[in-house]
């Protein structure tokens, strides 16, 4: 019988922490506020984002977090993440730091099979080691609607027993839910295996997410730009 495939070790690279999970706070009324008065100028009059459930279907929900998405280049939007990210994060030298352009949002509703993500990390979709990820939840956040994380120690154990790095990890056991109130920022890294799930029950879910990264000697990627100094 051949043995297992044993995969090479993965190493987390620059100064960046290693960030296994933590939990920290962030005002992030602003972008709260922003969401809302963008979603309401697509024609949806929402009161609030923990009720978006109630006006949009999956297929609605994913077009305004694309539009959301497409409209985080609005100045006042990048200086409102910038502040959040900086107040989550005060111990790191902002003007070593570079932070993803563009802000991902996300909006997950009850029956959707499109927008949730399958078991994965985000180096098996090519993101490099030098990265970091910070998850912003604007509404509570549970059970099936949390965001499910592997701990670093998991999830390296388990690409290392099966040899498996890239794309979908199915197979992989149960990944546990870490529950957040609107407001919390989860820290992790590209080598955490992670997923999300359609929530069940009357809720919804919706969040925004961003990269850090340590600042590039030149200007070679513009999906990333400075953290310090204006947007």
Known sequence: MSEPVQAPPLALTGFLPAWDIEKRRADLTPIADWALNHIRSLGHPVDSLGTLHCLLDPAQALAVTQALTAASLETALRRHVRRAVLEAVPELPAERIWIQTRTHFRILVPNDTVAPVPPHTDFGFGHTLVERNMWFSLTDAEGTSALHLLSLAESLSWMSQTGRLYGVLDGIPEIPP????????????????????????????????VRLVPSPTFNYDLTFSPLRGDP
């Open 178 to 209: 870490v529950p957040t109130r609107a407001g919390d920022v989860l820290l992790f890294t590209p080598l955490h295996v992670h997923r999300a799930r359609a929530p069940s029950g009357n809720r919804c879910r919706v969040s925004f997410d």
